[in-house]
């Protein structure tokens, strides 16, 4: 798995909050500076799949895809609030 401050190479100080191309958890890295959360600020896939209306197996495919930020805690996954924040903030293009 692919450190979460080095995504494609670059750091995530060089990539852009809204680069399409960043992971979700260079994104989050990009736009709060850490990795670090409080318990309390940590989602489990249940309850994000609820607050989303999709099934736990959508946002499973979603951490393994990198699509979505985790923390991997024993066999579980922990989502960051943040994470969750920054996968729903929408991608802003130039043309």
Known sequence: ?????????????????????ASAPARVLAATGQLATPAADLLTVSEVATRWRVSKMTVYRMVHSEQLAAIRIGHSFRIPRAGVEAFLQPVTRST
Not at 1 to 21: R, Y
């Open 1 to 21: 798995m692919t450190p979460l401050n080095v995504v494609n190479g670059k750091s995530t100080k060089e990539m852009a909050i809204g680069d399409p191309q």
